[in-house]
C-alpha cells in the first residue's frame, strides 16, 4: 500500500515539474517523506525515483543554500537505500549456503538491482564520490549474482 502511494506521489511530482511547478513538486516530495518516513516504512525502489526528483529540483535551484537543502534530501535517500540493499546482499552471500543463496537468487537480484539504479543516479547527478567508493562493492555482488545463474 505505501508503495503505491509513493509511487503516486512520484506521478504527481513528475507532472508538477513538466509543468514548471518547482515549489509544487517539492512541497509534494517533503509531504511524502513527512507522511510515509523511511523510519517507519523503509525507502524500496520506488523511492529511487523520489530521490532523483528531489536531485532533479536541486539542480534547477538558483539559490545556492536552498539547492544544498533540497540535493542532501535526495542523496538521505539514496544512502538509506544503499545501506538497506548492503545489508541484504552481504546478509545472502555471507550467510547462506549456497544451495540458499540460488533458492533466494530473486531477491538477491532485486536489490542487487536497486544498488545499480542508485549508481546510475548518483553518476547521473555528478556524485562521483557515492559511485567512486561503492563500485568495487557493486562488482564484487555483481559476480556473485552472475555465479548464481
Known sequence: MTATLRHMFSRLVSALIA????????????????????KSVPHTYVCAVLASQYL?????????????????????????MLENSLQYLNWFSTSLT?????????????????FSEILQIAQNFDNEELVEANYPEFMKYSQIYNSLR
Not at 509543468?19 to 523511511?38: H, Q, T, W
Open 19 to 38: 509543468e514548471g511547478e518547482k515549489e509544487k513538486a517539492l512541497k509534494a516530495l517533503d509531504y511524502c517523506m513527512d507522511v510515509i518516513p523511511s
Open 56 to 80: 532533479q529540483l536541486a539542480n534547477a535551484e538558483s539559490d545556492p543554500g536552498k539547492k544544498a537543502e533540497i540535493k542532501e534530501k535526495g542523496e538521505v535517500i539514496l544512502n538509506e
Open 98 to 114: 549456497p544451495n540458499q543463496l540460488r533458492s533466494a537468487t530473486a531477491d538477491f537480484a532485486q536489490h542487487l538491482g536497486i
